[in-house]
């Protein structure tokens, strides 16, 4: 096992560890949602600011929107989990199925796609390609039998559509921050997690698939 791995395998453990405590504890899951989500600021903002380097009033006029812009949405986002942590306990399953539709989408897309390759998904990522798209579709749909009928009473059909929904925008909200690091020209928002590079390039699917999943969940 290289150095790589081992650094990717032990942050893989120490994350899943600390999403077990979040999930069990309340005061956890609060503390490390604003201590993260402020990582994930830093990070953003960082990349904003390689892509917009001038100093001229409208870049820093930019700067400032997509500043204050990502600071409201992932305060939106932590007000939301927190709100269902303490008001909504029921919401919790919902949550739970979103994230996890959003980390299976992330595993399919890599394990397909390093295996099947073929033609490329975008210009915005290299190294994503429609075989990794479907991945993602084909690994998400896995949940729904551990869910349906037991935790989440929905229709199968309705259950199946914003299960694919939600993997879509998890698909696309990684897009979005592979085009945002292409435009920066990094490889990473940070260095913070050795062998993953930054919180942001976890969690980049995640952030954009919990409002819409909840919406979801809560429309039909």
Request: charged share 15%.
């Amino acid at each position: 096992m290289n150095s790589e791995l081992q650094k990717r395998t032990f942050t893989s453990i120490v994350l899943i560890f600390l999403l077990t405590l979040m999930y069990l504890y309340s005061f956890i899951m609060i503390t490390a949602l604003i201590v993260i989500a402020i990582i994930i600021w830093v990070e953003f903002y960082a990349l904003i600011s390689k892509i917009i380097k001038k100093n001229k009033f409208k870049d820093k006029f930019l700067r400032f929107f997509y500043k204050a812009i990502s600071l409201l949405y992932l305060s939106l986002i932590v007000f939301l989990i927190f709100t269902i942590e303490s008001f909504y306990p029921n919401q919790k399953i919902y949550l739970l199925y979103v994230i996890l539709v959003a980390i299976l989408s992330d595993i399919g897309g890599l394990i397909i796609g390093k295996t099947f390759k073929g033609k490329k998904l975008t210009k915005i990522s290299p190294n994503k390609t429609i075989s990794g798209s479907v991945g993602s579709f084909l690994f998400s749909i896995i949940l729904i039998p551990f869910f349906y009928k037991n935790l989440i009473e929905f229709n199968f059909l309705i259950m199946f559509i914003i299960t694919l929904t939600i993997s879509f925008i998890s698909q696309a909200g990684d897009l979005f921050i592979s085009y945002m690091k292409r435009k920066a020209k990094v490889k990473d928002t940070s260095d913070m997690l050795p062998g993953h590079g930054g919180f942001l390039d976890r969690v980049d699917g995640i952030i954009f698939a919990i409002p819409i999943g909840l919406i979801l969940f809560n429309f039909f």
